[in-house]
């Protein structure tokens, strides 16, 4: 039998996949938390017994999302030669694999409510923070130039994908 704290953080779970889901497909201001519920086959009430208002699970979707993108990076082991192919890679896996969660944070961009704001802020920290450790770890010189061009071609990559144009993707990613 499964305690309520274990049914608790599982319908915590089931809210924040399915919001991710109707925020990518409806955009932040146009989705509702009672399209979210629906989603999990919940009350609308039961979501906000979870969170607060959809700003907070906006944030909590988001917050999922960069910690998905920060795991998956850690994860990446290549020689110096292969660090950024591997780590493009990973990305465009993820790209495939969560759509949903890059277009949310593509949204995010856009919105200027302070605290989706601040969690955009600390995830590209995080990410940029990451992959210089890792540029560094790998003895690579100017570690900074290579954060700067990855973090780059994966805007660019977002926003390819988040207007359907693949062409606007950097060709030499694609090799």
């Not at 979707?61 to 591997?86: C, D, H, M, W």
């Not at 990305?91 to 969560?98: A, C, F, K, R, S």
């Amino acid at each position: 039998m499964k305690s309520s704290e274990t049914i608790s953080v599982n319908r915590r779970e089931q809210i924040l996949e399915a919001a991710v889901v109707v925020f990518a497909e409806h955009g932040y201001f146009r989705a509702t938390t009672a399209q979210v519920a629906e989603r999990v086959g919940i009350s609308q009430p039961y979501v906000f017994k979870v969170f607060k208002n959809k700003e907070e699970l906006f944030v909590a979707a988001l917050k999922k999302a960069f910690e998905r993108i920060v795991q998956t990076f850690e994860g990446i082991q290549a020689s110096p030669e292969n660090l950024l192919k591997e780590a493009i890679k990973a990305y465009e896996v993820l790209m495939e694999t969560h759509p949903n969660e890059i277009i949310l944070q593509v949204q995010a961009l856009g919105i200027r409510d302070e605290e989706i704001r601040r969690t955009m802020q600390e995830g590209m920290h995080q990410v940029t923070s990451l992959m210089e450790e890792k540029f560094t770890a790998a003895g690579m010189e100017h570690p900074e130039v290579w954060v700067s061009s990855f973090m780059a071609n994966g805007m660019l990559c977002n926003i390819s994908m988040a207007l359907g144009m693949p062409e606007l993707k950097p060709k030499h990613l694609e090799e």
